[in-house]
Protein backbone atom coordinates (compact mmCIF):
# COMPACT_ATOMS: atom_id res chain seq x y z
CA UNK A 1 0.00 0.00 0.00
CA UNK A 2 0.89 3.95 -0.33
CA UNK A 3 2.78 5.43 2.28
CA UNK A 4 2.32 9.14 4.03
CA UNK A 5 5.94 10.48 4.27
CA UNK A 6 4.50 13.36 6.23
CA UNK A 7 2.93 16.91 5.74
CA UNK A 8 4.05 20.56 4.68
CA UNK A 9 2.14 23.77 5.24
CA UNK A 10 2.66 26.37 3.37
CA UNK A 11 2.68 29.76 2.64
CA UNK A 12 1.20 30.94 -0.84
CA UNK A 13 1.02 34.95 -1.44
CA UNK A 14 1.72 35.55 -5.17
CA UNK A 15 3.94 38.12 -5.38
CA UNK A 16 6.30 35.18 -4.16
CA UNK A 17 6.05 34.03 -7.83
CA UNK A 18 7.30 37.77 -8.79
CA UNK A 19 10.04 37.17 -5.90
CA UNK A 20 10.83 33.87 -7.50
CA UNK A 21 10.98 35.28 -11.54
CA UNK A 22 13.66 38.14 -10.27
CA UNK A 23 15.77 36.33 -7.78
CA UNK A 24 14.82 38.04 -4.41
CA UNK A 25 15.69 35.15 -2.33
CA UNK A 26 18.27 37.10 -0.74
CA UNK A 27 17.17 40.31 -1.12
CA UNK A 28 16.51 41.91 2.44
CA UNK A 29 12.55 41.60 2.41
CA UNK A 30 12.46 38.29 0.95
CA UNK A 31 15.32 37.03 3.25
CA UNK A 32 13.76 35.25 6.12
CA UNK A 33 11.04 33.95 4.19
CA UNK A 34 13.20 31.58 1.62
CA UNK A 35 15.37 31.09 4.54
CA UNK A 36 13.07 28.59 5.72
CA UNK A 37 12.71 26.23 3.11
CA UNK A 38 16.24 24.32 2.87
CA UNK A 39 15.81 22.50 5.95
CA UNK A 40 12.20 21.38 4.57
CA UNK A 41 14.21 20.37 0.74
CA UNK A 42 17.11 18.38 2.81
CA UNK A 43 13.91 16.39 4.67
CA UNK A 44 11.95 16.39 1.36
CA UNK A 45 15.48 14.55 -0.58
CA UNK A 46 15.42 12.09 2.23
CA UNK A 47 12.11 11.06 2.59
CA UNK A 48 12.03 10.99 -1.18
CA UNK A 49 7.80 11.30 -1.96
CA UNK A 50 6.63 10.74 -5.50
CA UNK A 51 3.20 12.09 -5.20
CA UNK A 52 2.33 15.41 -3.62
CA UNK A 53 -1.22 15.48 -2.69
CA UNK A 54 -1.86 19.51 -2.82
CA UNK A 55 -4.79 21.02 -0.54
CA UNK A 56 -5.12 24.45 -1.60
CA UNK A 57 -7.95 26.93 -2.30
CA UNK A 58 -8.65 28.10 -6.15
CA UNK A 59 -9.07 32.34 -6.23
CA UNK A 60 -10.85 32.48 -9.47
CA UNK A 61 -9.00 30.75 -12.36
CA UNK A 62 -10.32 27.28 -12.32
CA UNK A 63 -13.71 28.10 -10.32
CA UNK A 64 -15.75 31.19 -10.64
CA UNK A 65 -18.66 32.20 -8.44
CA UNK A 66 -20.88 30.36 -11.32
CA UNK A 67 -19.80 26.87 -9.60
CA UNK A 68 -18.72 26.70 -6.46
CA UNK A 69 -17.54 23.04 -4.70
CA UNK A 70 -16.68 22.73 -1.50
CA UNK A 71 -14.25 20.48 -1.82
CA UNK A 72 -12.91 19.37 -5.40
CA UNK A 73 -10.41 16.55 -6.35
CA UNK A 74 -8.23 17.14 -9.75
CA UNK A 75 -8.40 13.84 -11.70
CA UNK A 76 -6.69 14.97 -15.00
CA UNK A 77 -3.48 13.63 -16.73
CA UNK A 78 -1.76 17.28 -16.34
CA UNK A 79 -2.59 20.28 -14.95
CA UNK A 80 -1.73 23.99 -16.77
CA UNK A 81 -1.32 27.13 -14.33
CA UNK A 82 -2.59 30.27 -16.45
CA UNK A 83 -2.49 34.23 -16.77
CA UNK A 84 -4.24 35.16 -13.56
CA UNK A 85 -4.50 38.94 -14.32
CA UNK A 86 -2.29 39.89 -11.66
CA UNK A 87 1.20 39.58 -13.56
CA UNK A 88 2.70 36.88 -12.10
CA UNK A 89 4.92 34.32 -14.78
CA UNK A 90 2.74 31.44 -16.13
CA UNK A 91 4.62 28.24 -14.97
CA UNK A 92 4.95 24.83 -16.97
CA UNK A 93 2.46 22.17 -16.56
CA UNK A 94 2.49 19.73 -13.76
CA UNK A 95 1.70 15.83 -13.75
CA UNK A 96 -0.84 14.51 -12.51
CA UNK A 97 -1.83 10.60 -11.08
CA UNK A 98 -5.20 9.63 -12.33
CA UNK A 99 -4.61 6.47 -10.48
CA UNK A 100 -4.25 8.25 -7.31
CA UNK A 101 -6.94 10.91 -8.20
CA UNK A 102 -9.90 7.98 -8.89
CA UNK A 103 -8.54 5.76 -6.25
CA UNK A 104 -9.30 9.07 -4.06
CA UNK A 105 -12.54 10.31 -5.23
CA UNK A 106 -13.87 6.12 -4.70
CA UNK A 107 -12.61 6.15 -0.93
CA UNK A 108 -13.89 9.70 -0.13
CA UNK A 109 -17.35 9.01 -1.94
CA UNK A 110 -17.49 5.66 -0.39
CA UNK A 111 -16.48 7.64 2.88
CA UNK A 112 -19.60 9.90 2.52
CA UNK A 113 -17.52 12.94 1.36
CA UNK A 114 -19.64 13.58 -2.29
CA UNK A 115 -16.76 15.43 -3.68
CA UNK A 116 -16.83 17.30 -7.38
CA UNK A 117 -14.37 15.69 -9.68
CA UNK A 118 -12.36 17.73 -12.02
CA UNK A 119 -11.21 15.99 -15.32
CA UNK A 120 -9.65 19.25 -16.58
CA UNK A 121 -8.55 21.96 -13.52
CA UNK A 122 -6.94 24.92 -14.16
CA UNK A 123 -3.96 25.39 -11.12
CA UNK A 124 -3.35 29.11 -9.54
CA UNK A 125 -0.09 29.92 -7.61
CA UNK A 126 -1.58 28.65 -4.39
CA UNK A 127 -1.05 25.26 -5.74
CA UNK A 128 1.70 26.15 -8.48
CA UNK A 129 4.38 28.18 -5.66
CA UNK A 130 4.46 25.96 -2.97
CA UNK A 131 5.53 23.44 -5.44
CA UNK A 132 8.07 25.99 -6.55
CA UNK A 133 8.94 26.41 -3.09
CA UNK A 134 9.81 23.29 -2.01
CA UNK A 135 11.51 22.13 -5.55
CA UNK A 136 13.40 24.99 -7.17
CA UNK A 137 14.85 25.57 -10.08
CA UNK A 138 13.48 22.89 -11.79
CA UNK A 139 12.01 22.80 -15.14
CA UNK A 140 9.81 19.72 -14.44
CA UNK A 141 8.02 19.42 -11.10
CA UNK A 142 9.31 15.74 -9.75
CA UNK A 143 6.40 14.77 -8.20
CA UNK A 144 3.32 13.82 -9.87
CA UNK A 145 0.18 15.50 -8.47
CA UNK A 146 -3.42 15.37 -7.16
CA UNK A 147 -5.02 19.05 -6.44
CA UNK A 148 -7.55 18.89 -3.71
CA UNK A 149 -9.67 22.23 -3.83
CA UNK A 150 -11.42 23.86 -0.62
CA UNK A 151 -13.59 26.42 -0.85
CA UNK A 152 -12.30 29.55 1.17
CA UNK A 153 -13.68 32.22 -1.09
CA UNK A 154 -17.27 32.49 -1.01
CA UNK A 155 -19.14 31.54 2.41
CA UNK A 156 -20.34 29.43 4.20
CA UNK A 157 -17.01 27.49 3.93
CA UNK A 158 -16.36 24.17 5.14
CA UNK A 159 -16.36 24.01 9.37
CA UNK A 160 -12.97 23.40 10.74
CA UNK A 161 -13.83 20.07 11.83
CA UNK A 162 -15.33 19.15 8.45
CA UNK A 163 -11.82 20.19 7.08
CA UNK A 164 -10.20 17.94 9.90
CA UNK A 165 -12.33 14.95 9.09
CA UNK A 166 -12.11 15.42 4.86
CA UNK A 167 -8.45 15.18 5.83
CA UNK A 168 -8.56 11.84 7.76
CA UNK A 169 -10.47 10.78 4.87
CA UNK A 170 -8.05 11.89 2.57
CA UNK A 171 -5.46 9.82 4.35
CA UNK A 172 -7.51 7.11 4.71
CA UNK A 173 -7.56 7.13 0.75
CA UNK A 174 -3.86 7.37 0.41
CA UNK A 175 -3.22 4.58 2.58
CA UNK A 176 -5.54 1.84 1.27
CA UNK A 177 -3.88 2.88 -2.51
CA UNK A 178 -2.41 -0.47 -3.52
CA UNK A 179 0.88 1.10 -4.68
CA UNK A 180 3.92 1.18 -3.39
CA UNK A 181 3.95 5.13 -3.80
CA UNK A 182 5.87 8.10 -1.33
CA UNK A 183 3.07 10.29 -0.72
CA UNK A 184 3.76 13.90 0.68
CA UNK A 185 0.31 16.20 1.34
CA UNK A 186 0.78 19.22 0.95
CA UNK A 187 -1.64 22.25 2.40
CA UNK A 188 -1.34 26.15 0.92
CA UNK A 189 -2.29 29.49 2.58
CA UNK A 190 -2.96 31.46 5.17
CA UNK A 191 -1.84 32.44 8.04
CA UNK A 192 -3.52 35.66 9.32
CA UNK A 193 -4.23 37.97 6.49
CA UNK A 194 -7.25 40.04 5.43
CA UNK A 195 -6.72 41.98 2.01
CA UNK A 196 -10.34 43.90 2.10
CA UNK A 197 -12.17 46.24 4.07
CA UNK A 198 -11.12 48.75 7.01
CA UNK A 199 -9.90 46.28 8.46
CA UNK A 200 -7.46 45.34 5.50
CA UNK A 201 -3.87 44.41 6.72
CA UNK A 202 -4.69 42.87 10.12
CA UNK A 203 -2.47 40.43 11.44
CA UNK A 204 -2.39 37.76 14.44
CA UNK A 205 0.81 36.86 15.32
CA UNK A 206 0.07 35.57 18.65
CA UNK A 207 -2.96 33.51 17.30
CA UNK A 208 -1.20 31.97 13.89
CA UNK A 209 1.77 30.39 16.56
CA UNK A 210 -0.39 29.29 18.94
CA UNK A 211 -2.30 27.55 15.63
CA UNK A 212 1.38 26.15 14.25
CA UNK A 213 1.87 24.41 17.54
CA UNK A 214 -1.25 22.71 18.05
CA UNK A 215 -1.06 21.60 14.73
CA UNK A 216 1.32 19.35 16.02
CA UNK A 217 0.53 18.14 19.43
CA UNK A 218 -3.09 18.92 19.47
CA UNK A 219 -4.88 19.60 15.89
CA UNK A 220 -8.34 19.22 17.32
CA UNK A 221 -7.86 22.38 18.85
CA UNK A 222 -8.60 24.95 16.48
CA UNK A 223 -11.92 22.89 16.23
CA UNK A 224 -13.44 25.11 18.67
CA UNK A 225 -13.55 27.96 16.84
CA UNK A 226 -16.26 28.29 14.37
CA UNK A 227 -15.27 30.03 10.62
CA UNK A 228 -16.77 33.58 12.09
CA UNK A 229 -14.65 33.05 15.26
CA UNK A 230 -11.35 32.28 12.64
CA UNK A 231 -12.33 35.37 10.61
CA UNK A 232 -12.02 37.43 13.64
CA UNK A 233 -9.37 35.93 15.05
CA UNK A 234 -7.00 35.35 11.48
CA UNK A 235 -9.05 37.83 9.00
CA UNK A 236 -11.45 37.06 6.03
CA UNK A 237 -8.07 35.79 4.20
CA UNK A 238 -6.65 33.87 7.24
CA UNK A 239 -9.29 31.04 6.97
CA UNK A 240 -7.48 29.18 4.61
CA UNK A 241 -5.62 27.77 7.42
CA UNK A 242 -8.59 25.44 6.76
CA UNK A 243 -6.41 23.68 4.06
CA UNK A 244 -3.43 23.26 6.87
CA UNK A 245 -6.04 21.68 8.99
CA UNK A 246 -7.13 19.69 6.10
CA UNK A 247 -3.63 18.25 5.24
CA UNK A 248 -2.79 17.71 9.09
CA UNK A 249 -6.09 15.07 9.37
CA UNK A 250 -4.71 13.40 6.04
CA UNK A 251 -1.02 12.41 8.34
CA UNK A 252 -3.40 10.99 11.41
CA UNK A 253 -2.09 10.67 14.85
CA UNK A 254 0.98 11.31 16.15
CA UNK A 255 3.41 13.69 13.88
CA UNK A 256 6.42 15.08 14.69
CA UNK A 257 8.04 19.05 13.77
CA UNK A 258 10.43 18.88 10.97
CA UNK A 259 10.90 22.11 10.56
CA UNK A 260 8.91 25.74 10.95
CA UNK A 261 9.13 28.78 9.96
CA UNK A 262 6.79 32.36 10.47
CA UNK A 263 7.75 36.03 9.37
CA UNK A 264 5.58 39.05 9.18
CA UNK A 265 5.33 40.51 6.72
CA UNK A 266 5.36 38.69 2.97
CA UNK A 267 3.06 41.34 1.07
CA UNK A 268 0.25 41.67 3.66
CA UNK A 269 0.56 38.22 5.15
CA UNK A 270 2.03 36.64 7.72
CA UNK A 271 4.22 33.81 6.25
CA UNK A 272 4.16 30.21 7.77
CA UNK A 273 5.75 27.07 7.08
CA UNK A 274 5.17 24.22 9.12
CA UNK A 275 6.81 20.26 8.09
CA UNK A 276 5.70 17.57 9.91
CA UNK A 277 6.91 13.73 9.96
CA UNK A 278 4.27 10.68 10.20
CA UNK A 279 5.80 9.16 13.19
CA UNK B 1 -32.92 40.17 -1.08
CA UNK B 2 -31.14 38.79 2.16
CA UNK B 3 -31.01 35.85 4.53
CA UNK B 4 -32.43 37.78 6.91
CA UNK B 5 -30.56 35.98 9.09
CA UNK B 6 -28.65 37.31 12.14
CA UNK B 7 -25.35 38.14 10.74
CA UNK B 8 -21.95 38.21 12.99
CA UNK B 9 -20.61 41.46 13.11
CA UNK B 10 -16.46 41.90 12.84
CA UNK B 11 -15.44 45.99 12.73
CA UNK B 12 -14.40 46.26 9.44
CA UNK B 13 -14.80 43.27 7.52
CA UNK B 14 -17.27 42.16 4.90
CA UNK B 15 -17.87 38.39 5.07
CA UNK B 16 -18.42 37.39 1.33
CA UNK B 17 -21.42 35.03 1.86
CA UNK B 18 -24.61 34.80 -0.18
CA UNK B 19 -26.02 38.01 0.00
CA UNK B 20 -22.61 39.54 -1.36
CA UNK B 21 -22.14 36.65 -4.01
CA UNK B 22 -25.72 37.65 -5.15
CA UNK B 23 -25.41 41.25 -5.20
CA UNK B 24 -21.94 41.17 -6.97
CA UNK B 25 -22.31 38.81 -9.43
CA UNK B 26 -21.94 40.90 -12.05
CA UNK B 27 -19.26 43.23 -10.38
CA UNK B 28 -16.98 39.65 -10.19
CA UNK B 29 -18.11 38.09 -13.42
CA UNK B 30 -16.22 41.23 -15.03
CA UNK B 31 -13.45 40.98 -12.83
CA UNK B 32 -13.12 36.89 -13.37
CA UNK B 33 -12.85 37.88 -17.07
CA UNK B 34 -9.19 39.68 -16.69
CA UNK B 35 -8.26 36.63 -16.27
CA UNK B 36 -7.40 37.32 -19.91
CA UNK B 37 -5.17 40.06 -21.48
CA UNK B 38 -7.51 40.18 -24.39
CA UNK B 39 -10.44 41.47 -22.67
CA UNK B 40 -7.96 43.86 -20.00
CA UNK B 41 -7.19 45.86 -23.21
CA UNK B 42 -10.86 45.41 -24.54
CA UNK B 43 -12.06 46.66 -20.70
CA UNK B 44 -9.06 49.93 -21.01
CA UNK B 45 -10.46 50.71 -24.87
CA UNK B 46 -13.90 51.20 -23.58
CA UNK B 47 -14.97 50.91 -20.05
CA UNK B 48 -18.66 51.98 -20.28
CA UNK B 49 -19.35 49.50 -23.10
CA UNK B 50 -17.40 46.65 -20.69
CA UNK B 51 -19.17 47.29 -17.66
CA UNK B 52 -22.26 47.56 -19.91
CA UNK B 53 -21.76 44.44 -21.29
CA UNK B 54 -21.45 42.60 -17.83
CA UNK B 55 -24.28 44.02 -16.51
CA UNK B 56 -23.11 46.23 -13.84
CA UNK B 57 -25.17 48.48 -11.72
CA UNK B 58 -24.97 51.96 -11.62
CA UNK B 59 -23.47 51.53 -8.18
CA UNK B 60 -20.91 49.18 -9.77
CA UNK B 61 -20.06 51.02 -12.80
CA UNK B 62 -19.25 54.10 -10.49
CA UNK B 63 -16.81 51.89 -7.65
CA UNK B 64 -15.17 50.66 -10.52
CA UNK B 65 -14.27 53.96 -12.35
CA UNK B 66 -13.45 55.55 -9.06
CA UNK B 67 -11.62 52.30 -8.63
CA UNK B 68 -12.81 52.99 -5.38
CA UNK B 69 -12.16 49.24 -3.43
CA UNK B 70 -14.90 50.02 -0.55
CA UNK B 71 -17.20 51.06 -2.50
CA UNK B 72 -16.40 47.89 -4.59
CA UNK B 73 -16.59 45.66 -1.84
CA UNK B 74 -20.09 47.37 -0.84
CA UNK B 75 -21.31 46.73 -4.27
CA UNK B 76 -20.78 42.83 -3.71
CA UNK B 77 -17.10 42.73 -4.94
CA UNK B 78 -14.78 39.56 -3.80
CA UNK B 79 -11.78 40.57 -3.02
CA UNK B 80 -9.68 38.20 -5.16
CA UNK B 81 -11.91 38.73 -8.12
CA UNK B 82 -11.54 42.54 -7.31
CA UNK B 83 -7.21 41.89 -7.24
CA UNK B 84 -7.42 41.17 -10.81
CA UNK B 85 -8.93 44.93 -11.75
CA UNK B 86 -6.70 46.14 -9.61
CA UNK B 87 -3.90 44.34 -11.65
CA UNK B 88 -4.64 46.69 -14.49
CA UNK B 89 -4.02 49.74 -12.60
CA UNK B 90 -0.60 47.92 -11.24
CA UNK B 91 -1.82 48.33 -7.88
CA UNK B 92 -0.28 45.84 -5.22
CA UNK B 93 -1.79 44.74 -2.16
CA UNK B 94 -0.47 47.52 0.04
CA UNK B 95 -1.86 50.02 -2.80
CA UNK B 96 -4.93 48.50 -2.19
CA UNK B 97 -4.82 47.82 1.87
CA UNK B 98 -3.73 51.33 2.14
CA UNK B 99 -6.73 53.14 0.15
CA UNK B 100 -8.87 50.92 2.12
CA UNK B 101 -7.43 51.79 5.42
CA UNK B 102 -7.13 55.59 4.66
CA UNK B 103 -3.39 55.42 5.38
CA UNK B 104 -0.45 56.24 2.60
CA UNK B 105 1.41 53.16 1.54
CA UNK B 106 3.93 53.86 3.57
CA UNK B 107 2.27 53.69 6.84
CA UNK B 108 0.52 50.66 5.48
CA UNK B 109 3.88 48.97 4.93
CA UNK B 110 5.14 50.14 8.58
CA UNK B 111 2.02 48.72 10.04
CA UNK B 112 2.38 45.07 8.68
CA UNK B 113 5.97 45.33 9.97
CA UNK B 114 5.04 46.39 13.61
CA UNK B 115 2.36 43.20 13.71
CA UNK B 116 5.93 41.34 13.41
CA UNK B 117 7.04 43.23 16.22
CA UNK B 118 4.83 42.28 18.70
Known sequence: MARIVGGINVTHVPYIGRAIANNLQQDAYWKPFFDGFPPVRDWLA???PD???????DHGLNFFLDKMPTFAVGAAPQYQNADEGWGIPTLPPYTGDQDLSWHMIESLIEDEFDITTCQEMLVDHAFTLPLELLWPNQKQCPVRTVPVCVNTVQFPLPTAARCFNFGRAIGKAIESWDSDARVVVIGTGGLSHQL??????????EFDLMFMDKLVTDPLW????????????????GVELLNWLTTRGALGGEVTKVHANYHIPISNTASGLLAMEVV | MTTGKQKRVIPGTTIFDGDQARKGYALNKM???????????????????????????EQQKKAVFDLNVLDMIAAGGNAYFLAKLGGIYKLDMQDIGAQQTGMTKEAFQAKLIAAGKN
Open chain 1, 196 to 205: DGQRAGFINK
Open chain 1, 222 to 237: VTRYSVPDLVELTGTQ
Open chain 1, 51 to 57: VAVVVYN
Open chain 1, 46 to 48: KVK
Open chain 2, 31 to 57: CYSFNSEENRQAFLADRDGYCAKFGLN
